[in-house]
């Protein structure tokens, strides 16, 4: 696979055709404007995942496996479903081969892998050799929720590990949903419009801060400079979908669970998400602009837009419109409150309308 590029900034062409940046702080995608994206390093859920399980007690990737799946399946079903006559093709086998071959570009193309078909046979059974998975689980849920959208009948997915960093994934209908994944059905909650400026490529319209990204076909990842390392672009529900249910099984001690897990993340990884500043060095209205400056990636990554940040006696507000998962966000908030402060401190998140979550964070 070869992908032909932007001239002026480099980003691949069909990046700029299938997915929108918006002045709201999100990124949605082209064929459903309701249905979000946002870009993360490669290894953030796997670090948060874990972070959680060791926290519980127990793992929870049983639950992100049938998350993930149904965000796929929404995925595709949305974009078959508004393509004129595509269920009616998919009735013959021919046309779904040739749509697996579109699902090797969309893996490619989102940095989750390199892949090639194997075998397969409609409604019995799909092999493919993957390369580079940026998460076996993940990437497995992703096929085989695309799988069901082509054929609309519930999949399941196996792993065969063939040699370093390359795997045979096989993909079988499983007879029926389950229970877990009857739970786990996507919900896309409401947006607010904004009024963010992106500092935009003038030919394919992409924000210029993309062009950092290096997108490489033949091992199917997305590294970025700034990043130092591997990114992938998701769809934004997943995670919601996730810590709802958690907040079902553990009440409010789901809450302080992610926010933690984040908090210890990013104090990990800060320099990876832009936070290279000595912000304990700053104080009042200079320490106030260097968090919002910080927080300005957040719109470009489809996390959401940033409106206020503000320093006082101690504690430190932001407000966030259209935050992806309001609990990693107040995560983000409690560790940037630790860096600028060097203490820890706790979050308390409110929500005064839909769309809107404030953070204010102050000493333990």
């Not at 399980?53 to 993930?68: C, F, K, N, Y």
């Not at 149904?70 to 079903?77: C, G, I, L, P, T």
């Not at 090639?116 to 059974?125: A, F, K, L, M, N």
């Not at 993957?130 to 689980?137: E, K, Q, T, V, W």
Request: charged share 25%; hydrophobic share 40%; glycine share 10%.
């Amino acid at each position: 696979m070869h992908l032909k590029r932007c001239p002026s900034c480099g980003v691949p062409k069909r990046i700029a055709s299938l997915i929108r940046w918006n002045s709201n702080g999100t990124i949605t995608q082209f064929f459903n404007p309701e249905f979000r994206v946002v870009i993360l390093p490669s290894g953030f859920i796997r670090d948060i995942f874990n972070n959680i399980s060791t926290r519980l007690g127990i793992s929870v990737d049983h639950i992100a496996r049938e998350a993930q799946k149904n965000a796929s399946r929404a995925v595709f079903d949305t974009i078959f479903d508004r393509m004129p006559g595509a269920r009616i093709a998919f009735r013959f086998d021919f046309m779904k081969h040739l749509q697996v071959k579109s699902f090797h570009q969309v893996g490619m193309l989102c940095g989750h892998c390199r892949s090639d078909t194997v075998e397969y046979i409609p409604g019995v059974r799909g092999i493919g050799r993957i390369r580079n998975p940026f998460d076996l689980d993940l990437v497995g849920a992703n096929v085989a929720g695309a799988f069901e959208a082509l054929e609309q009948i519930p999949y399941e997915f196996t792993w065969e590990k063939e040699s370093e960093n390359t795997y045979l994934i096989c993909v079988e209908p499983s007879g029926s949903a389950g229970d877990l994944s009857e739970r786990l059905k996507i919900d896309m909650p409401a947006t607010k419009p904004g009024m963010v400026e992106h500092d935009r490529c003038t030919k394919c319209r992409v924000p210029r801060w993309i062009s950092d990204f290096i997108w490489n076909e033949d091992e199917g990842t997305i590294t970025g400079r700034r990043f130092g390392g591997r990114v992938v672009l998701l769809d934004g529900y997943m995670l919601l979908t996730v810590f709802r249910e958690l907040a079902k099984e553990l009440g409010e001690d789901a809450e302080e669970i992610v926010i933690g897990a984040q908090r210890a993340w990013m104090l990990s990884h800060f320099g990876e998400v832009g936070l290279t500043k000595n912000l304990r060095s700053l104080e009042g209205r200079e320490l106030e602009r260097a968090l919002l400056e910080a927080l300005g990636i957040l719109p470009v990554l489809g996390h959401g837009n940033p409106t206020l940040v503000r320093v006082k006696e101690g504690k430190l507000q932001i407000h966030i419109h259209n935050p992806y998962e309001k609990y990693i966000l107040g995560g983000t908030a409690a560790a940037l409150y630790e860096i600028a402060f060097g203490r820890s401190g706790k979050v308390v998140i409110s929500e005064p309308s839909a769309a809107i979550v404030f953070y204010e964070v102050f000493p333990k």
